[in-house]
Each structure stands twice: as C-alpha cells, then as structure tokens.
C-alpha cells in the first residue's frame, strides 16, 4: 500500500438497543486524501473495513461504496456493508484487543491504494455490554434470588443511542450522542487541530481543540488562518503551494519566473528581475531596462530604438536619431554615429 493518507477519526458511536439487544453497528467517518495529499471531495470512493483479533486475525470484513461531501469527508455505518467475511454480531469483543483496518480506492472501485489500521479503544469495547443481557429479573449467577441488586433499566430506555446515566437518585436513560463531541490534538498550540489525531470526550482534553483543519501540527507557522509565504510549503493548508500570491521577503522565497515585488510573488516572464507589470520589455532579458528613444518601449524589443522611423536593421545609426541616414563617407555608419 501506498502512504497512509486516509484521515482517520477512530469515531466508532455505538448505536445500541437495550433489553439484552447487542450493538449491530457503529458509525465511522474519514476524511479521504489522495496521494497528493488533496482532499478529494464530491466522489465516489470504495471502501473495505475489516475488524482485527491482535492486529492480525480478520475476524470481520465488509465493503462499501460512498460518496465524500465538499470536506472530503464520508460516513458509514460498520456493519452495514456487504460481508466478504466474518459475522458482526458474533465477534467476541472481550477476547480482544481489537483493531479496525480501512481500506480505500479513491476512485470508487476496489483497487485499494490507501489504508490505515487504529486500535478499537475503551468506546467501541461497549459493545462487550451484552454479557450483561441476563440482568433482568436476576438470571445472573450471583448466588442469591435478589432482584434489588441488579440494575434495573427504565421503561423508557429502549431507544436507538440511548445509555443509562445516573441522575444522582436513579438510573435514567439518556442519548450518548449528546454527551461526547470529537476533540482532535493540538500539538503546536496555534488552536486549529490536527484531523489524524482526534478523540471523543464530554469536553476538551488539555491539548486538544474542535477544529481539525491543521495540515501540520508540529509547526505552529502553518494553519488555515497563516498567511501563504514562498518557501516550498503550503503554509495556510489549501492544499496548494506557493501559489502566486504567496507574501515574500526576497526574491529566493518566489517559484521560478516569480520576483518579490512590494511584499508579493509576481510574475516574471523573461527572468531578468524585472516584473512583468514594470518591465519595459517582458518578454526579452533586459535587466537595465534600456530605452534610448524614451519611448517605453525597451531596445530588447524596440525594432526601432531611436524612433527615427528606420528599423533598426536598416538604420546606418539604430541609437541616434538620424531619419536622412547621412554617411559622408559611405563606410556605412551615419554620420552622427560615425566618429570619423
């Protein structure tokens, strides 16, 4: 495979039914790059998840096809694609540790070029609840015939997401989608979040933010909000670099064909320093910008530089303004060139 591009957030919700009803599925978003690291957005890209028994052991694997929105970004739902191996419900999830393998064809198909494998943690292992599922009127081994002992779930809990919370009196039922938000590590401190390394908490942990556009977390010069300067790197994260209006200090921080003029990268079509926007003759090396006639125009691309009227392959004296082409001597220089 190739380098790892996949944006992978690890964010496995569980969606679970109480009354003895194990988890079936769980939710799983990404943001997809290429391997020129641009967002690909607004495509249709296939994607094999398979599920891991100590980083090596397929246990369970699927495929999906799915579109990406504007961000790049897509969403399925593990345990709804079409099974290549394996059964999701029976996937022993206390015989872990479990690990989730995503493999994806850009392009949509099954040629899978990008992949990526992360460690199922402490959230997905909820699935190993339905060992409880015996809770209920005392089936549990306990030794003794007391009911009183064991949790007893609400009424009202045997919704899609809902969790029990204790409400400081009693177990209540409630939504785990309202409890978590994804936080993504801030390692440079410039506020703006790294999307490969994300986590999902009640609030934010120390060193962690809810922005995820950060293309490089180890330097807090580079972010969405930094302003795009010349030097090989795509400093503001829009997945470009350099571009033309890059800010520069010098000529060396511009790409080729580009100078630093007033504080910006512009063009430089002939390379000689000058800018294409000044230059007198863009088109023709002409660092000194001659112009003998002062006509604008630069002697590199003036055929007729002293404005007589006489192209310069014909005039006798192309620097002087000579239009009679005097020559006394007939030695072919004009007499207000010839020096003799």
Partial sequence: MKKIILSIFTNLLLLASFFAQSPEKMSYQAVIRNNANNLVINSSVGIQISILQNTGTVVYSEIHTTTTNANGLVSLEIGTGSITSGNFSTIDWSNGPYFIKTETDPTGGINYTISGTTQLL?????????????????????????PTNEIELPTTGNTLNDVLLWNGTNWVSGDVCSLFSYYYADADGDGFGNPFNAIFSCSAPTGYVSD?????????????????????????????????????????????????????CVSDTDGDGVPDTIDNCPTNINPSQEDVDADNIGDACDNDNDNDGILNVNDNCPTTYNPLQEDTDNDGIGDVCDPV
Avoid at 134 to 144: C, P
Avoid at 213 to 238: R, Y
Avoid at 241 to 259: A, F, K, M, T
């Fill in 122 to 146: 402490s959230v997905p292992y909820a699935l190993h609840a339905k060992t409880a599922e015996n809770i209920i009127n005392d089936l549990v081994d306990d030794a003794d015939a007391d």
């Fill in 212 to 264: 995820n556009t950060d293309c490089n977390d180890l330097d807090v010069n580079i972010n969405t909000n930094a302003t795009e300067i010349c030097d090989s790197i795509d400093n503001n994260c829009d997945g470009q670099i350099d571009e033309s209006s890059c800010s520069c200090s010098s000529d060396i921080n511009c790409p080729i064909n580009y100078v630093c003029y007033n504080g910006s």
